[in-house]
């Protein structure tokens, strides 16, 4: 447990076991507990990094609009404090955005890469043209515990136990943080940067997260010999919908690299 600064914010991180290194990144609003079935797992034969993404967590957030480039820094950043030359990064959602920005922002440091769930932009199509604006305009409004409410029953009906987690990590959010926080989120965009990942990608995707499905066909055939495996009986929080099959494909993939 221990912190480092980056960029005006204190990041949070967490390290267990020991060997080739394998850092966690969690999706927005969400925590470094999310990987705790992940970091169990591999933690007998990986040195598991886990971290809380600025504005979330234990992580802090600096006054001022949320610069997304600062994400992928915060996570070399990270890198270099634990004098980590590369590391495989998994990450889901968001989180799988950051490690797939930095793959292509700091290729020396990325040694292989593993997307759940990821989307690489939030204007594949209309309908995403269309929502996220209006997803940025509708926080706003709406008080944070019942966004919290409204996502936690999305994403716990494959996980019934992911209601209280989701409850927890949004509770750890100032409403201001996390409206502040999603607006520099949605501006994440790599549409244009997929084909200059030169790591081995292994690309994990939940047969029910209905939320960024339509980007994965594309994303696996853009990136250089991507892999692209569906998990069965998982959502949008698949590495806890179905941590049994994610570990599984993930050692298989570590063991092939």
């Keep these: 447990m221990a912190t480092f600064q980056s960029n005006g914010a204190d990041i949070y991180y967490e390290e267990k076991g020991s060997g080739p290194a394998l850092i966690f990144t969690h999706g927005h609003s969400m925590y470094h507990k999310q990987w705790a079935p992940q970091v169990d797992y591999f933690s007998r034969s990986h040195r ?3 971290w809380d993404v600025r504005g979330h967590g234990n992580s802090s957030l600096p006054d001022g609009a949320v610069d997304p480039e600062l994400f992928s820094k915060d996570l070399a950043a990270l890198m270099e404090t634990l004098q980590l030359p590369s590391a495989v990064l998994c990450g889901l959602s968001m989180g799988g955005h950051i490690s797939l920005q930095t793959a292509v922002r700091y290729p020396e440091r990325v040694r292989a890469l593993v997307l759940i769930g990821t989307p690489f932009t939030n204007a594949f199509n209309w ?6 604006p209006f997803s940025r305009f509708s926080t706003r409004l709406i008080p944070l515990r019942t966004t919290a409410k409204l996502t936690a029953t999305a994403l716990s009906k494959v996980t019934p136990s992911n209601y209280a987690f989701i409850m927890e990590a949004f509770g750890k959010m100032t409403h201001r943080n996390f ?4 607006a520099g989120n949605l501006r994440m965009d790599s549409r244009a940067d997929l084909e200059k990942i030169q790591c081995p990608t292994l690309i994990l995707h939940g047969d ?3 939320m960024v499905g ?7 055939a853009r990136i250089p010999g991507a892999v692209l495996h569906t998990i069965p009986n998982a959502h949008h929080l698949t590495n806890l919908d179905n941590p049994d099959e994610v570990n599984r494909w ?3 993939f570590l063991n092939g690299i």
């Design 48 to 50: 598991t990094i886990v």
């Design 127 to 132: 309908f995403e043209r269309t929502t996220a």
């Design 179 to 182: 409206v502040r926080h999603w």
């Design 208 to 210: 029910k997260d209905n």
């Design 214 to 220: 339509r980007q994965q066909a594309e994303l696996a």
């Design 250 to 252: 993930i050692e298989a």
